[in-house]
């Protein structure tokens, strides 16, 4: 009998020694919340001045963080607010979709997208991804009808869309360019930021978010009308100092000043948790490719993906299941992209009645799974996320 010479280690899921003695980190900005949040977060708390337009001694921190924000995404305007949903909700009205107008957006994205849609009166329209899981904008052409009003990209787990064809499309159809960013703060396509490239784009602060207040949302414009109306809708039409144009009612999306002071302090911290974010997705990303058994996703601009995260297609879905759970096992956490469309939901599917899916993008999604590259990762860290994808392809390859 021959006994290999390097047997294969046990998988954790079998009763072998997990790569790495503890789970690994995972969530993000949140996960490197220190001492500067809890310097912003004071200082408001001894001012006791919680709103962000006035108080008995305000430090602005929702506005030093607009101004800040702007600064770094290399766009004028910027206008935070409670959610990305509510970023949505506002990008809408601020460029002036109207009830009954039809948005086309990727099937691949969160609920927050057809959900804004239709709350504010509009009806979604789902196009296939590419291979990369992306707005294809082979099929957002096909999907462009008469009542076409405007276009969703949602820049999905760190990577940017093809945005030059997007917006070749767009400029055919006179149709309007709205960018989700909520996955994708730091990425960029073509050395330019996301959210730049549109009418206008909307961020998210979100707990599992690169830079996170636990909930929060950022619209980004260089269109001045867009932010005016922006500005209105957000704070329910209140007329304040320095604000232009006719009022336009509209809701309470205000973000407050405890929520700006971790999203200040993120914001600051957030070139280290970019570089160190990059640094790791390389080095996963070479070791991944190393397997046979995965391929690593494509996207339009590699060196614009902010390194969030690192997604691999497996041969099969059962493959996916199986490498997902076991890697999951090992610590290391592996999630699948998502569990369902952004149709998928029976709040969305039953408000559209009729529609057409997206057969394509169902097929890609379940073979692909998501490793989540928390910019708390260290070092050491990286070499037990390594050795945990090498473990289980390698079982895997057998």
């Known amino acids: 009998m021959i006994i290999p010479e390097n047997p294969p280690e046990k998988l954790a899921c079998e009763g072998g020694k997990p790569a790495s003695p503890e789970q690994l980190p995972f969530m993000g900005g949140a996960d ?49 607010v409670s959610s990305g949903t509510a970023a949505l909700r506002t990008a809408f009205v601020g460029c002036g979709l109207e009830q009954g107008d039809e948005i086309i957006m990727p099937a691949f994205a969160f609920l927050a997208c057809p959900a804004a849609a239709i709350t504010c009166g509009l009806r979604p329209v789902f196009c296939e991804c590419t291979e990369g ?18 276009i969703l990209v949602v820049h999905m787990v760190g990577a940017a ?29 073509r050395g330019r930021s996301v959210g ?17 207040c636990g909930e929060g949302g950022v619209l980004v414009t260089g269109d001045s009308e867009v932010y005016r109306r922006a500005l209105w809708y957000h704070d329910l039409g209140f007329e304040r100092k320095g604000r232009d144009g006719p009022p336009l009612v509209g809701e309470n999306l205000r973000m407050g ?18 570089e160190r974010m990059r640094r790791n997705h390389a080095r996963v990303r070479e070791a991944a490719n190393s397997l046979g058994v995965l391929d690593v996703r494509e996207v339009p601009d590699p060196d614009g993906d902010n390194g969030s995260a690192l997604i691999v297609e497996l041969p099969t879905q059962d493959l996916a299941d199986i490498f997902r759970k076991a890697l999951s096992a090992e ?24 529609f057409e899916r997206c057969h394509e993008t169902e097929e890609r999604l379940g073979r692909r799974v998501m490793i989540p590259l928390s910019p708390a990762l260290t070092e050491t860290d ?17």
Not at 133 to 146: C, F, G, M, N
Not at 166 to 183: F, G, K, M, P
Not at 331 to 354: F, H, Q, T, W
């Open 32 to 80: 490197l919340i220190g001492e500067e949040e809890k310097r912003e977060l004071l200082d408001v708390i001894d001012s006791k001045s919680l709103f962000r337009y006035y108080g008995t001694d305000p430090r602005w921190k929702v506005k030093t963080f607009e101004k800040e924000f702007s600064q770094v995404v290399d766009i004028p305007h910027a206008l935070a």
């Open 133 to 150: 899981l992306l707005l294809d904008p082979s099929s957002l052409e096909q999907r462009v009808t008469p009542r076409t009003r405007a």
């Open 161 to 189: 869309a093809d945005m030059d064809k997007i917006n070749e499309v767009a400029d055919r159809n006179s149709l309007t360019v709205i960018e989700d960013c909520a996955q994708a703060f730091g990425t960029s396509f």
């Open 196 to 212: 730049t490239w549109g009418r206008t784009g909307i961020f998210s602060l979100q707990a599992m978010k690169t830079i996170t």
């Open 257 to 274: 000043e405890l929520a700006g002071a971790v999203a200040l302090a993120q914001l600051r911290k957030a070139s280290t948790f970019l």
């Open 331 to 354: 610590n290391v956490r592996c999630d699948r992209c998502s569990d369902k469309l952004a149709y998928g939901y029976p709040v969305i599917n039953e408000s559209l009645g009729e």
């Open 382 to 398: 990286v070499d037990l996320l390594i050795h945990g994808i090498e473990k289980v392809g390698a079982s895997l390859e057998q």
